[in-house]
């Protein structure tokens, strides 16, 4: 990472211009503090210079705006607001060269702030006086037992095993169908007639399925049984060295299609309404322009939640993968046959480190407390591996090089082309997604003619797909794009939708009926035993828990 500073510090050499501006803005944010602070020291009441530091969560407490420790935010405010102009991109810069920087320099002022240290936060210094020190004894036995848990190899995967198959993922129904990639559930009906089609859940691999299935209340799957809904899931083996070989179009092949060749089976002659989530959902996008161009008209509907097919734009994640990057996983992928999950679930930190590093270190060593245990954590925790092999033809075939959207990437010897897909699309974008951002979900809109529904729903990556009816403060934006209308900058399509209050799931659930058959079926029977789809063993199934 000094490749970045090393060509900013250069071209701000020659910018004798951003010199000037950079050396106005000091003057004036010194000045504006040193006259706060005086008038601060003789007991007057100014207004802040940078109040709007009193908007973060980590400033809110009230006692952030007696002396001294207003200064202290007003000072890394101060300091933050420098820098964020300092780390501007400069003229000649390299694209990903400035972005990395202005990530650095975030990640280096979320580090420094006051409220992460106990001399500098009046909360931390209140708890302290009324407990006698006991919040740091507290603290304390926290991070040793963290510690503990880190040498151990446990944690809170520990209370994943505990809890999958028991609260969590407990929607019941049946394995009907196991391979050596994946295990297919078929839920079992909750009402005595269901809507024709039956709905196919692809999840991303790179963690457990069961973000869709999570606690009984935020549950997607048991949502749509509830709703008369045939739901099918596939739960993905979480790969040992012994998968290295496994390739992307072998989690196509046998994956995506052999579910959907279940899936037929058990219900045959019925069309199939297909869900990605997040890779599953751009996996799914492949699989469905394949299917397009052989002819296979199976899918009745595609609903893609927070995926991506264009890679440009890609987000945060993108200042963690380039050439030097992909060739040093690469070697790793090759020593060890897969990518551990740790080894990959630093760069999802990173890109929340102000909540997921600093702030909940504070919380949990300096004021002694304990994150109440939640289903989305525990999800969070049990991470899964990738494949060697699968996992490089990814980050180099589609996320570094981009290959889907540029017309130069294959399946079986011929080029995959999106706009052969003229299945009806519902789009799910997160506004707050840093992961998957929403712009770059939008960009499907540029690729196919077919009718894409866009939903920009609140929340992040995760929280704004696991977005339950009755969850207070979700909002949404929907609107539906024809195949003759001409395209709309993300921007202005979200600036000409109203928000609405509630859950996009009902949007959804409305959708997927519009897009059926009008006349309801039986409550089919689980499995198709006659076809080779007997019920293995319950829900969640076995891969489900492999660590």
Known sequence: MITPWMDWALHLSISPGRWLDLGEKAVKDASALGAYAAARAFGGAPAAPFEQVFEDSR??????????????????????????????????????????????????????????????????????????????????????????????????????????????????GEVIYRNEIMELIQYAPTTDTVHAEPVLIV????????????????????WLVERGFTVFMISWINPGPEHRALSLDDYRLKGVMAA?????????????HACGYCLGGTLLTIA?????????????????????VDFAEAGDLMLFVDELQIAYLEDMMWDQGVLEGDQMSGAFTLLRADELVFSKAAREYWLGERDAPFDLAVWNSDRTRMPARMHSQYLRGLFLENRLTAGRFAVDGRVVALSDITTPIFLVGARKDHIAPWRSVYKLHLF??????????SGGHNAGIISEPGHPG????????????????????????????GSWWTAWGGWLAARGTAARAPAPSMGAPASGFKPIEAAPGRYVHMR
């Open 59 to 172: 400033f809110k407490d009230p006692s952030w705006r007696a002396p001294p420790y207003d200064f202290y935010a007003q000072a890394w405010a101060a300091a933050d607001d420098w820098w964020r102009e300092a780390a501007r991109p400069i003229r000649g810069m390299r694209k990903r060269d400035a972005e990395r920087v202005a990530f650095m320099t975030d990640l280096a002022l979320d580090a420094a702030c006051p409220a992460n240290a106990p001399w500098s936060n009046p909360v931390i210094t209140q708890r302290t006086l009324e407990t006698g020190g006991g919040n740091l004894v507290a603290g304390a036995r926290n991070l040793l037992d963290d510690v503990s848990a880190l040498v151990r190899d446990e944690g809170a995967a520990r209370g994943a095993a505990e809890a999958v198959g028991d609260t969590l993922a407990a929607t019941p």
């Open 203 to 222: 999840p991303a691999w790179i963690m457990k399925y069961y973000i869709l299935d999570l606690s009984n209340h935020n549950s997607l799957v048991r």
């Open 260 to 272: 959907l060749d279940a899936v037929s089976a058990v219900l045959p002659e019925r069309r199939i």
């Open 288 to 308: 469905a322009a394949v299917m397009a161009r052989e002819g296979d008209d199976r899918l009745a509907s595609l609903s893609l939640l927070a995926a991506q």
């Open 448 to 457: 196919t003619a077919a009718p894409i529904t866009f939903v920009l729903t």
């Open 474 to 501: 979700r909002r949404y934006r929907i609107a539906t794009r024809e195949p003759d209308a001409l395209y709309q900058s993300p921007d202005a399509w979200r600036d000409g939708v109203a928000p609405q209050d």
